[in-house]
């Protein structure tokens, strides 16, 4: 009976220890977690994706017939975690240490503690594709570019070239960034995994941010909504993908304006969104974050309770940041360290993420070599960036489930157990 109640004391001191430390809590909701700690690991949720949408009222006449389609989430418990760890009971005794169990569950507790922030963080490549910040590329249209999308069941297949003579897609060029004026690789890599992408034929014309979930080749890739859906009461009929008609990049009629189509438009461009990581300093970085600002306003998401992950340097940069001098002084240090939370800026709470908790991401190549289809175009790797994570609490729904814990006799040996 001792042994059992040592073990549960054990578990509680490693969950408190674990909880008042990480990141996760102070970022994420757990409005599920009571549903996923009955029996079984997963929960659906239900829930509405599109916005309604209204229709002019005549008399007489039958009003039109909304199709409302619902979105299911599953929020799984898709990671599980272990510790083993023995202790001889005759080096126990003749150490000089009085605490090693405890100092080693507090470790554990840590590592735990990074795992689950780790995770949670990585989420946020999940983000819906417009809402990134970062330096887009545009590959402006003209007679020698071209594009198109084929739809599919789930999304579409764009297909894009360059005119060398013939309009080529088996091979690409390079473009030079008319947002930075340098010169790019014009089409997909491996990099481009989950960055948006959307096509344009001006700057006032150009279709909704897809997601680009796969890349078949340098000309090649599929494209999926960001939520996933393939239906809803705002798509054309006959494609499975919103707005192909185009729109002014805010606005995407549904049946577009009759007279133009980005499906059969000729020399059409096309844009990555944050397909470069943005360079920042402690003169840039106050920018930056109102640019978060600004993408969580353009969303309608509240203003209060916002969050910010940043890992160590952007940090400096934030408590350097002139904006904050002196002014801002008692803003930055006021308040206690709680979750991470280190500071408060341009709205948000800030909470510190350090080491492989921070994810990143890598920008598209820059290029050097022909504008046009050629085999002395040469690919440069592009800058690897931090992913830091703007959100509401609501956005993020975590839970997680603790099993089981005990100290068990190891067998043959005067030593125990610590699982």
């Known amino acids: 009976m001792q042994l059992t109640n040592f073990g549960e004391q054990f578990a509680s001191k490693v969950l408190a220890k674990t909880y008042s430390a990480m990141v996760t809590d102070a970022i994420t909701n757990r409005d599920y977690e009571g549903e996923i700690k009955k029996p079984g690991d997963r929960v659906n949720i239900l829930s509405f994706l599109n ?213 059969t438009m000729s020399s059409l461009g096309w844009e990555f969104n944050a397909a470069i990581a943005t360079s920042v300093s402690a003169a840039t970085i106050y920018d930056q974050v109102t640019l978060l600002s600004e993408a969580l306003n353009e969303a309608e998401v509240t203003d209060t309770d916002r969050k910010l992950t940043v890992p160590p340097a952007i940090l400096t940069q934030l408590k350097q940041s002139s904006e904050l001098q002196p002014s801002g002084i008692a803003e930055i240090y006021s308040g206690t360290v709680i979750n991470g939370r280190v500071m408060r800026f341009g709205g948000f709470e800030v909470h510190q993420a350090a080491g492989a908790r921070v994810s990143t991401r890598v920008g598209h190549p820059t290029a050097s070599g022909s504008t046009r289809v050629g085999a002395d175009v040469v690919s440069v790797t592009g800058s690897t960036g931090y992913q830091i994570l703007a959100n509401h609490p609501g956005m993020i729904t975590f839970a997680d489930k603790w099993s089981e814990s005990r100290v068990v006799d190891a067998e043959n040996q005067f030593a125990k157990k610590y699982q």
């Open 51 to 263: 916005n309604g949408i209204l229709s002019d009222y005549v008399v007489g006449t039958d009003m039109p017939s909304e199709t409302i389609v619902d979105a299911e989430d599953t929020l799984v418990v898709e990671k599980r975690k272990s510790f083993n760890f023995s202790l001889d009971r005759l080096e126990n005794l003749f150490t000089y240490g009085g605490d090693i169990p405890e100092s080693l569950l507090e470790n554990y507790s840590k590592v735990l503690e990074k795992e689950i922030d780790s995770y949670v963080l990585a989420k946020a490549g999940d983000t819906a594709v417009q809402n990134w910040i970062g330096t887009n590329l545009v590959v402006v249209g003209s007679g020698a570019t071209m594009a198109s999308i084929a739809t599919t069941a789930t999304g579409g297949t764009v297909t894009v070239g360059t005119y060398d003579g013939t309009y080529e897609t088996s091979n690409i060029g390079t473009t030079e960034n008319p947002v930075d004026g340098l010169i790019y690789f014009a089409g997909f890599t491996s990099a481009d995994l989950g960055k948006g992408f959307r096509l344009r034929s001006t700057s006032t014309f150009v279709s909704p941010w897809y997601k680009i979930s796969s890349v078949t080749s340098s000309t090649v890739a599929t494209l999926t909504e960001w939520d996933g859906a393939a239906s809803g009461s705002d798509f054309e009929e006959g494609y499975t993908l919103r707005g192909l008609f185009g729109g002014d990049g805010r606005s995407f009629p549904k049946y577009g304006t009759g007279d133009a189509s980005l499906l």
